[in-house]
């Protein structure tokens, strides 16, 4: 089992930054991939990027491709979001979520542990 908390979000201008972290505690953090998700009002939850266990390989959704960047440090056990040129369409509640370290997914179904979430909103 892993435990994982966002923090991080927050109000901000269209054009802004901001960085998200998810904190992640229970078995070894190296044994998962993480994910950000994100979920609008009235909309379903939908894929906005991926890390693999090492942090060799990531993958971003094309709404978000060039502008978010999401890393990860196995040492604090910590992922990163880190979202710049903030759009309005970019307002969601951000989960990270982790799956094991043989699945890389791109769906909510292939994630086994999730995070609380953590609001953004981007004024314009």
């Known amino acids: 089992q892993v435990q994982l908390v966002e923090s991080g979000g927050g109000l901000v201008q269209a054009g802004g930054s901001l960085r998200l972290s998810c904190a992640a505690s229970g078995r070894s953090f190296s044994s998962y991939n993480m994910g950000w998700f994100r979920q609008a009002p009235g909309k379903e939850r939908e894929f906005v990027a991926v890390i693999r266990w090492s942090g060799g390989s990531t993958y971003y959704a094309d709404a978000v491709k060039g502008r978010f960047t999401i890393s990860r440090d196995n040492a604090k056990n910590t992922v990163y979001l880190q979202m710049n040129s903030l759009k309005p369409e970019d307002t969601a509640v951000y989960y990270c979520?982790?799956?094991?370290?043989?699945?890389?997914?791109?769906?909510?179904?292939?994630?086994?542990?999730w995070g609380q979430g953590t609001q953004v909103t981007v004024s314009s």
């Open positions: 979520a982790a799956n094991d370290r043989l699945r890389w997914g791109f769906t909510t179904t292939q994630y086994d542990y």
